[in-house]
């Protein structure tokens, strides 16, 4: 079964504190992606990455780094956590397939509180 | 910007076809739309993709116009499992691989 684990399902943090959120998957994919998701404004991709190292914004980078070292793991990193950061963050990856098939496999998410 | 639109939410009874419009007047020639949905608690999952030809699998059907600017997905026989939110989508980038996800039809199947 192809996999993609979240370092955490729950979390919560203080205002100013730095978070690490860590997303590993199993399946030797070379695109890796950060969403965040929000009552009523549904899923919105913060960065993705094509390889190690190498990172591209999304719609909303804003307050938010990546880290992306081993091919299997791609990490958010919020610098200075503030309350509107709270909200689940999901991570996904993909590997270019025949015939357009960029499938996503997203991992459970985790719910990020931040007081 | 998002560049699909779809209705906010639909109904349909356990058993009966449940059908998804999307529109994405917008796309380009050589994009594709994916299908996702996202059932409540889980992450999203993907359903199916087209380019140009009405494509079928085993979850569900998706029929696009023939000038590409909308599409429908068709799921035959809905049941209870299916209620979910249905995200139609078109890549954000010319690599096809960042996808733009909207804000999706809520689908409530009921018996």
């Known amino acids: 079964d192809v996999k993609v684990t979240q370092s955490s399902r729950y979390l919560v943090k203080r205002t100013g504190e730095k978070v690490f959120l860590e997303c590993v998957q199993d399946m030797d994919h070379e695109n890796m992606f950060w969403y965040r998701q929000d009552p009523g404004l549904g899923l919105r991709l913060i960065y993705f990455?094509?390889?190690?190292?190498?990172?591209e914004k999304g719609d909303i980078p804003e307050g938010y780094s990546v880290s992306r070292e081993k091919k299997e793991r791609f990490s958010l990193i919020l610098e200075s956590a503030s309350t509107n950061q709270t909200s689940m963050y999901l991570c996904?990856?993909?590997?270019?397939?025949?015939?357009?098939?960029?499938?996503?496999?997203f991992g459970p998410g985790t719910r990020l509180t931040v007081l | 910007d998002a560049k699909t639109t779809q209705p906010t939410s639909m109904d349909c009874a356990e058993g009966r076809a449940a059908n998804l419009p999307c529109n994405h007047s917008?796309?380009?020639?050589?994009?594709?739309v994916y299908w996702y949905r996202q059932i409540h608690s889980q992450g999203p999952q993907y359903i199916i993709h087209?380019?140009?030809n009405n494509e079928t699998n085993e979850m569900a059907s998706l029929i696009i116009t023939e000038d590409r600017k909308s599409s429908t997905l068709i799921l035959p026989h809905a049941t209870l499992r299916d209620t979910a939110v249905y995200y139609c989508?078109?890549?954000?980038?010319?690599?096809?691989?960042?996808?733009?996800f909207g804000k999706g039809t809520t689908l409530s199947v009921s018996s």
């Open positions: 996904a990856s993909s590997s270019p397939g025949t015939s357009g098939r960029n499938e996503q496999f």
């Open positions: 990455s094509y390889d190690v190292k190498m990172k």
């Open positions: 989508i078109v890549p954000r980038n010319q690599a096809g691989t960042a996808l733009i």
């Open positions: 917008t796309i380009s020639g050589n994009e594709y």
């Open positions: 087209g380019l140009k």
